[in-house]
């Protein structure tokens, strides 16, 4: 049968506080039970020392028979404990009376025992107390019985037992103390016999007591637990939910993670899975429409040249083209075509690279305003003839720690783009200088600007915000991600910002040196 993590808890805990309680109990009815029993013996072996001054006074003739029984019946009532003399020869010369309403031991006499010379021995044949006093019936069963245990009281030690008294049919604390002759042998000895009905009637209060505490106490950790493990298991059970919708594709499921418990914790990292686990399969999806998107880009851009060439070729071979002209200006844009391709291959050899782990850039500290006067002198012929404004504006002592050949070709792609899509009587505004303990390059343009859709893709590979695939002016979309990669070699970072027909700004910003 398989039990729940509720249950489980549940019944755990209610084990615990059982075993905990039948420990307590048993541990605190022992310490009570030998406590009480230990202070009922040391009252008895003082008493037991007094009545033996008694004892030696009755024997000196300073205390009359009567008065010593009557004292002997006080110390019972008081002590709750049978008093017994016994002389050297083992032989009870007195046994006190207990109050009525006491129990009596069986085949006891029902007057006051007394000292005589009547009294028998302790014998297997004893019958009682001497003539005019009433007698003890179980004489032999006594000897026989206690004889033994009696001993080390007639060897002079004090006697301290709790056993089963036969006598009076119950369990008794008897104390022994022996008496002396002036010359020092033992002349006989005091037993004092006490029930302890009294402790066990007390310990079985404590067990009710205890009783009634732990059946509250396992209600109370009943409600408890189970609202504890309702806790634990509820939010466990929903992470199951949550884990299960996960494994049919559900990311986008959220489990309750309040406090800040271990289960907690459990829930937050079950969160956090799901929802890296949602951008993991939101960014595969997009990489495979990237793929997808390549694949098409590519096999656009490769399959234009080489059709053109083709078709060019085959017209000049089967002699449909006959003017000199006419083949001079074929020849002409198969070279174009080719010059076009070598350049998207060689692009992609350079992004290869660039993303190459194990590439390495030689680097060397580079004036970066420098870098990009030069780019802005070589394009600014190109711009009079588009009719854009170009305009760079440097300090000098912005330098960087970087690869000039890389350097020199992202300063091209950017403004190479920037002359690319604004219009005639547009500007492009190019700036190099440091920024805190930054340098920054900065290339804005007024053209047709990017849409906010297209930001965050416009950095992947063949990726164009103008989706007809036209052969213009545009490229080949591999510039922006050539660019990216050479600003991540060097350190550093990019930003754009674009509205629609206002232009572009592209701000890149790598360490100073």
Known sequence: MRLSLQRRLLYSYIMVVVLVLAGVSVGISLLLREYFLANKQKELVSKGYELGRLVESYNEGRLDQDGFVRLIDSVDAFLDARVWVVDAS???????????????????????????????????????????????????????????????????????????????????????????????????????????????????????????????ALLLTFFLVRRLATGITRPLRDMQEAAAAMARGDYAIRVKADGGDEVGELGGSLNALAQELGRFVAGTARMEKLRRDFVANISHELRTPLTVIRGYTEALLDGTVQEPQEADRYHRLMRDETVRLEGLINELLD????????????????????????????????????????????????????????????????????LKFTPAGGRVTASVGRCGGEVRLQVADTGRGIAREDLPFIWERFYKADKSHGRSAAGTGLGLAIAREIVARHGGRVEVASELGKGSTFTIYFPAV
């Open 351 to 418: 992004l290869s690279r660039l993303q190459a782990d194990g590439a390495a850039l030689p680097m060397e500290r580079i004036p970066l305003a420098a870098i990009a006067e030069s780019v802005a002198a070589l394009l600014k012929p190109r711009a009079d003839q588009a009719g854009v404004a170009l305009t760079l504006a440097t300090d000098g002592e912005a330098a960087v720690d970087g690869n000039g050949d890389r350097l020199t070709q992202l300063v091209l792609i950017f403004l190479d783009n920037a």
């Open 90 to 216: 083992r032989r009870v010369v007195a046994v006190s009376t207990p109050p009525r309403g006491d129990g009596r031991a069986p085949g006891m006499g029902q007057g006051r025992r007394g000292m005589g010379p009547g009294g028998h021995d302790m014998g297997p044949g004893g019958h009682g107390m001497g003539q005019g006093r009433h007698g003890m019936g179980q004489g032999g069963v006594l000897a026989r019985a206690l004889a033994d245990r009696l001993e080390p009281v007639f060897a002079g030690q004090v006697l301290a037992r709790s056993f089963y008294h036969p006598v009076y049919d119950e369990n008794m604390l008897i104390v022994g103390v022996p008496l002396y002759k002036a010359d020092g042998t033992v002349n006989g000895a005091v037993l004092l016999n006490s029930p302890v009905r009294g402790v066990d009637e007390f310990l079985r209060r404590i067990y009710f007591y205890i009783g009634g505490l732990g059946l509250a």
